[in-house]
């Protein structure tokens, strides 16, 4: 089995049900498998640890995997700190070329409709373009793109919380697609040249 890096930072839960979401899209891929994985926050007293929670990410995790799911609330139209705290010490991957060549996704939650959806995920494909991987995104041939009301964008799945509220049809339908298409990237990508 190849894996897809599942990796986000929830304070609330809305980002951690788009990893799950996201996570379903990688599994429908045949030979394809979700390896989910929560980012250390700065402060650890502002998390409340759910018996279930995923295991924190580790440099391994980077290694073995072949494509990365990213994802983070937004806060004030960029990523969380907790985000780029961990981006900004990927020091080492980048110098080995550890996620070079291989694609990536990325996904959010904000409170409110307007709350920067689309800035946070542009912001968050920035680091993982230094990395040198091949951002996937979602196309309008998916169908709920063009119906949403509440979340997703061709820059990455996104998903409007306010008020505690859960994953639409279409978020959920978006989330999904763009594991689906990071893990058949990956998948093509792992096949040899004719």
């Known amino acids: 089995m190849s894996e897809i890096l599942v990796l986000y930072y929830s304070r609330y839960g809305a980002t951690s049900r788009l990893a799950h979401q996201a996570a379903r899209g990688v599994e429908l891929v045949a030979g394809m498998q979700a390896r989910i994985r929560r980012i250390r926050p700065i402060d650890e007293t502002q998390i409340e640890e759910a018996k279930d929670a995923p295991p924190y990410v580790t440099p391994e995790d980077f290694e073995a995997c072949c494509g990365l799911l990213l ?57 993982l373009l230094h990395h040198g991987m091949l951002i996937v995104g979602i196309p309008y041939a998916e169908s709920a793109l063009a119906h949403t009301q509440t979340g997703g964008t061709p820059y990455g799945a996104s998903h409007t919380a306010g008020h505690n509220r859960p994953l639409s049809q279409e978020e959920r339908q978006l989330t999904q697609a763009l594991g689906q298409r990071v893990a058949q990237t990956a998948l093509q990508l792992s096949r040899p040249a004719d």
């Open 71 to 127: 994802g983070s609330p937004t806060y004030f139209g960029g990523m969380a700190a907790d985000v780029k705290y961990l981006l900004d010490d990927t020091s080492r991957q980048w110098f080995k070329g550890t996620l070079t060549g291989k694609p990536a996704g990325v996904f959010t939650s904000t409170g409110s409709m307007h709350g920067g959806q689309e800035t946070v995920l542009l912001s968050m494909i920035v680091p």
